[in-house]
């Protein structure tokens, strides 16, 4: 990248939000809460609870895996399963597994007004358990490991927090997915000040991540549980605001040794993922322009600056590898050769954003056959 003094600060501007960028992984990485594999929590009422909605290739799968973590639970433990009006042959095989030990199937109503599919799921999931004392919300392409559920709870309990998101290890294969899923934990903790996050109510210091979402049973209904956040496309993010704006306190969390999650299988699947949900990501469509052009001048500028020999773009480009490798060797993910290509996935994850901006203008948001926004 080359030109005049406007070219040059760019540069400068976008090395030096990388470099900040790297001193808060490092802190972050040095800080960020983990669940401990051998934690033996209280015994309580556990509701371990399960949406799904045309997930017959992996459902089985991820019951069977929770109900075998659930036997490890000191107390009593119950998984609860909500079929959201399935139409691909779910039904069928959660018909067979309600007779498991520890499992119980419910059948979800229709979606009422002014609620979104996964709320109303995860609402009905919470009401049919109102004896619990934690709440553990799952999603049907985590596995769990066998002390996942228990180091989970471990960590909401010893953390004196009410809300915990142990963000599972991200399974990536092939191009598009090895290029993108990375940032899924990168973004947080390259931006997020973990330490001031748990402590401050401020929206803005919030991420979550319902893939494995832990939360003490009496902090999620003084916050209104999933009512709250009805008509939320995000409602991992939205539920931690309403605990934290509740009084309580909560966190996302390092949990690459107690889960796993592919959450997409190859290009397609991925843009239809990110395209649903990226448009409500950063508040307002301000607010993902300024976000985009931020990324873009902090990971992306300094590599092109870089490849027509600048040093401070070098500086720059090389600390953005720098925090994905601090940031992958944390969270059990790929640090090389993957992390070279940081400003590609900046690239990428930007597009992404306008796509999904523009599908939200046009009107076609969907997601397994319903709409992702609630009309006001």
Same mark, same amino acid.
């Given at each position: 990248?080359?030109?005049?003094?406007?070219?040059?600060?760019?540069?400068?501007?976008?090395?030096?939000?990388?470099?900040?960028?790297?001193?808060?992984?490092?802190?972050?990485?040095?800080?960020?809460?983990?669940?401990?594999?051998?934690?033996?929590?209280?015994?309580?009422?556990?509701?371990?609870?399960?949406?799904?909605?045309?997930?017959?290739?992996?459902?089985?799968?991820?019951?069977?895996?929770?109900?075998?973590?659930?036997?490890?639970?000191?107390?009593?433990?119950?998984?609860?399963?909500?079929?959201?009006?399935?139409?691909?042959?779910?039904?069928?095989?959660?018909?067979?597994?309600?007779?498991?030990?520890?499992?119980?199937?419910?059948?979800?109503?229709?979606?009422?007004?002014?609620?979104?599919?996964?709320?109303?799921?995860?609402?009905?999931?919470?009401?049919?358990?109102?004896?619990?004392?934690?709440?553990?919300?799952?999603?049907?392409?985590?596995?769990?490991?066998?002390?996942?559920?228990?180091?989970?709870?471990?960590?909401?309990?010893?953390?004196?927090?009410?809300?915990?998101?142990?963000?599972?290890?991200?399974?990536?294969?092939?191009?598009?997915?090895?290029?993108?899923?990375?940032?899924?934990?990168?973004?947080?903790?390259?931006?997020?000040?973990?330490?001031?996050?748990?402590?401050?109510?401020?929206?803005? =210091?919030?991420? /979550?991540?319902?893939?494995? !979402?832990? &939360? @003490?049973?009496?902090?999620? $209904? #003084?916050? %209104?549980?999933?009512?709250?956040?009805?008509?939320?496309?995000?409602?991992?993010?939205?539920?931690?605001?309403?605990?934290?704006?509740?009084?309580?306190?909560?966190?996302?969390?390092?949990?690459?040794?107690?889960?796993?999650?592919?959450?997409?299988?190859?290009?397609?699947?991925?843009?239809?993922?990110?395209?649903?949900?990226?448009?409500?990501?950063?508040?307002?469509?301000?607010?993902?322009?300024?976000?985009?052009?931020?990324?873009?001048?902090?990971?992306?500028?300094?590599?092109?600056?870089?490849?027509?020999?600048?040093?401070?773009?070098?500086?720059?480009?090389?600390?953005?590898?720098?925090?994905?490798?601090?940031?992958?060797?944390?969270?059990?993910?790929?640090?090389?050769?993957?992390?070279?290509?940081?400003? =590609?996935?900046? /690239?990428?994850?930007?597009? !992404?954003? &306008? @796509?999904?901006?523009?599908? $939200? #203008?046009? %009107?076609?948001?969907?997601?397994?056959?319903?709409?992702?926004?609630?009309?006001?």
């Amino acid at each position: 990248m080359r030109g005049g003094g406007a070219g040059r600060w760019a540069v400068r501007a976008g090395t030096a939000l990388s470099l900040a960028s790297l001193a808060l992984t490092v802190d972050n990485v040095r800080r960020v809460r983990a669940p401990a594999t051998g934690a033996t929590p209280t015994p309580e009422h556990l509701a371990v609870l399960l949406p799904v909605r045309d997930e017959v290739a992996g459902v089985e799968r991820c019951v069977r895996g929770l109900v075998a973590a659930a036997s490890h639970w000191p107390g009593t433990a119950t998984v609860v399963v909500l079929d959201d009006g399935s139409t691909d042959g779910t039904t069928d095989v959660l018909h067979r597994l309600a007779g498991t030990d520890g499992v119980d199937v419910v059948h979800g109503s229709p979606t009422p007004d002014g609620w979104l599919g996964k709320p109303w799921a995860c609402q009905q999931l919470a009401d049919a358990v109102p004896d619990a004392d934690v709440l553990v919300f799952v999603d049907v392409d985590v596995d769990v490991a066998p002390h996942g559920l228990t180091a989970t709870v471990g960590l909401l309990r010893s953390s004196g927090l009410d809300l915990v998101c142990p963000y599972p290890r991200q399974e990536a294969h092939g191009a598009a997915e090895r290029l993108v899923q990375p940032l899924l934990q990168w973004s947080w903790m390259s931006t997020l000040p973990l330490g001031l996050a748990e402590r401050s109510p401020r929206p803005s =210091l919030t991420a /979550a991540n319902g893939q494995l !979402l832990a &939360v @003490d049973a009496g902090a999620y $209904r #003084r916050a %209104g549980g999933h009512a709250a956040v009805r008509a939320e496309v995000l409602e991992d993010i939205a539920l931690l605001r309403a605990v934290k704006g509740s009084g309580g306190r909560g966190v996302v969390a390092e949990g690459s040794a107690v889960a796993s999650c592919r959450m997409y299988d190859g290009w397609p699947d991925l843009r239809a993922g990110y395209t649903k949900s990226l448009w409500a990501a950063f508040g307002s469509p301000a607010g993902a322009a300024a976000v985009t052009a931020t990324m873009l001048l902090a990971h992306v500028v300094p590599f092109l600056a870089a490849l027509g020999g600048s040093r401070t773009g070098l500086a720059g480009y090389l600390s953005g590898v720098a925090a994905r490798v601090l940031v992958a060797r944390r969270t059990g993910g790929r640090a090389h050769p993957d992390a070279w290509a940081h400003p =590609l996935s900046v /690239a990428l994850f930007s597009a !992404l954003t &306008v @796509d999904s901006l523009l599908a $939200r #203008r046009r %009107g076609t948001l969907r997601w397994k056959g319903r709409p992702v926004e609630v009309t006001r």
